[in-house]
Every structure is written in structure tokens, then in C-alpha cells.
DNA sequence: CAACTATATAGATAAATATCAATATAGCGC
DNA sequence: GCGCTATATTGATATTTATCTATATAGTTG
């Protein structure tokens, strides 16, 4: 009796011999760096993070949660939400002046992505 | 009667009448670009994906997916799926030749991501 | 300290995502 | 057409995410 099923024995009889001719590339991007780099991403990947970006870079100084709010038909906690996102993603900073809360860009992490990306060609 | 519960209503007898001095700022970046651009983020947000980008652009010609596949350890079916998601985006194409599937970086959205960044201040 | 403000956190829920096993598709050689 | 190959698709499941409502935190004013 055969204890391998008879549909799991390959038959190679008639198996052609060519392939793809392989090539050998060498990475760069090591796993450590795209695991960062992709968490980096992600954070920016939503729009409504992307347009705050924008304004947080437009602004003249840190500027205010108050006046983030007002570009979004979002609720504060979402708002709150995608700052936190943005903040311990290391894309942006903050600090706190009395009741206000004022955001700013780390260039850091951006740069970084920017060299990245012309890597691939961009 | 009050309709309106009591906890509702505001006594502003006390309110400060202090304001954070908003800044007028003029975002640059429309709600269309944003979703564009945050959908082509999205793709490239995974480490696998950042990855494969890496080979794409390192190979000296379009790259076999039958080559792609030895450097991940994931089943095929992952890989396809993850190959599928970044040409959806527009980051990669393919090219049937045979039996094989070849595929290549598409610089266009990547160069507008670039730009993007730049105006950040990356 | 009491009332108020700005922002953050917690908790709930619906939607999206990553992965795998199983299966389908379609090209090639005999 | 048959048997094989390379790649894609389907379906299931566990995880993550975006958003809201409700609540907490902590600074300010009087």
C-alpha cells in the first residue's frame, strides 16, 4: 500500500528544462531600515495627515491644534489622533505653551525618506 | 420647562478671552493630491513592498517575479498580492513574456512623492 | 478653589489589511 | 490534448486602523 496519495508524486517526465535566466541583484535596503522607513510611510500615507504636513510646513511659526482644527470637518479626537500618529512617527514635534499645544516638522526622517525614494529612480 | 438639559448649557460668566493669535496659513496641497498621493504612500508602507522597490530598481532589466520571490520568505500567493498592490498604485508595472512575469519601477509617481516632501521641508 | 478652556485618552465599532491554503488561469512542450 | 510550470485569484482569519462619543487631564482666570 502506498502511503503518499498518488495526486502528490510529481510527475517530472515531461517537465521542460528552461528557466528565466536568473539575475543576481544585490540589495541595499536592509530589513532594519525598511521596517523604519515603511513605519514612516504609513504615517504619512493617509490624507488628512498628508494635508496636515502641508500646513504644518507652510506655517510661519509652530502653529497652534486650535488652528490645525479648523481645515478638517473632523472631530477634535481625530484630529488628536492623527497628530499622535504624525508625532511617534518622529515627522513631527511638539510643545506645549500654557493651553496650547503647537506642532511643528522634524525634517529628519523626511530626508531620509526623499533618499530613499530617489534610490528607486523617483 | 427647559428642553435643554442644564448641564448643557455654557456658563461663560468666567471664560477667558485670551486666543492662541492664529496664523492665516494657505495649505498648498488639495484634497484630490492629498488622497492620490497618500494612496501611493500607502503602498509603498509596508516593509516588503519597500523591498521589493529595492530589487525592481537595482535589477540591471525588468525583474522575474520567480526572482523576487527568493528573497522574501513568504508564500507565493503573499508575494503576488504585494506585487499587485504596488502596480495598482502605479509604483510598478509588469510585462508578460511567456510563462513569466516581469516587472519594473514607474519613476512618475515616486518623482511627484519626491516633490511633495521637498515642499515638507524633508 | 471653581468654572472654563485646549488637548489627550479610552472605549466601541466598522472597515481595511496581511497572510496563508486552496484553487484557477494560462503558457509551453510533447 | 495532457502534464507541467509560473503567476494570479479566492476565501478565511487575525490584526490594524479611522472615526466617533464620552471622559480625563491639566493650564488659566477670577
Redesign the pocket.
Known amino acids: 500500500m502506498p502511503t503518499i496519495p498518488i495526486d502528490q508524486i ?7 528544462d ?3 535566466e536568473p539575475q543576481s541583484i544585490e540589495p541595499r535596503l536592509d530589513t532594519e531600515t525598511a521596517g523604519r522607513l515603511a513605519a514612516a510611510l ?1 504615517a504619512l ?2 490624507p ?2 498628508l494635508q496636515m504636513m502641508d500646513i504644518l510646513s507652510r506655517g510661519e511659526r509652530q502653529v ?3 488652528d490645525i ?1 479648523q481645515y478638517f ?13 504624525l508625532r511617534e512617527s518622529g515627522l513631527i514635534e ?1 510643545e ?7 506642532y511643528y516638522v522634524r525634517p529628519t526622517i523626511l530626508a531620509e525618506i526623499k533618499e530613499l525614494l530617489s534610490g528607486f529612480g523617483g
Open positions: 510529481r510527475d517530472t517526465s515531461q517537465a521542460p528552461i528557466s528565466c504609513k500615507s493617509h488628512v495627515r497652534c491644534v486650535c482644527e470637518e473632523l472631530t477634535q479626537p481625530t484630529i488628536s489622533h492623527h497628530l499622535k500618529v511638539a506645549q505653551k500654557g493651553l496650547w499645544v503647537y
